[in-house]
């Protein structure tokens, strides 16, 4: 069975920062996207970033510059570095990855959601 962990959520100061991890274990044929969406209090879940198999990456207009995504192949793990936070950043972050498990079809997987908490 597939599963995507996160950690690295927690507490941090306005204009401090954090880093995300996302590892996808379990019978793993192959990754192909991986990323993270958000879900702030009181408002619906929005994409941010995507990392490639390729290393080619996106985010949102509004983490373009303060945030980047990486990856690391051989440990199936996605990481998303946080710097210079706002309090609007504050939300629950999720991971996904679109990757095709062992002799099972292609679809997408998701984190239980790590909080990001950006207050004084």
């Known amino acids: 069975q597939v599963q995507l962990m996160e950690s690295g959520g927690g507490l941090v100061q306005p204009g401090g920062s954090l880093r995300l991890s996302c590892a996808a274990s379990?019978?793993?044929?192959?990754?192909?996207?991986m990323g993270w969406y958000r879900q702030g209090p009181g408002k619906e879940r929005e994409w941010i970033a995507l990392i490639g198999s390729g290393f080619t990456s996106n985010y949102e207009n509004s983490v373009k510059g303060r945030f980047a995504i990486s990856r690391d192949y051989a440990k199936n793990t996605v990481y998303l570095q946080m710097n210079s936070l706002k309090p609007e950043d504050t939300a629950v972050y999720y991971c996904?990855?679109?990757?095709?498990?062992?002799?099972?079809?292609?679809?997408?997987?998701w984190g239980q959601g790590t909080q990001v908490t950006v207050s004084s």
């Open positions: 379990g019978s793993i044929f192959s990754i192909n996207t």
């Open positions: 996904y990855a679109l990757l095709t498990p062992s002799g099972r079809s292609t679809s997408t997987y």
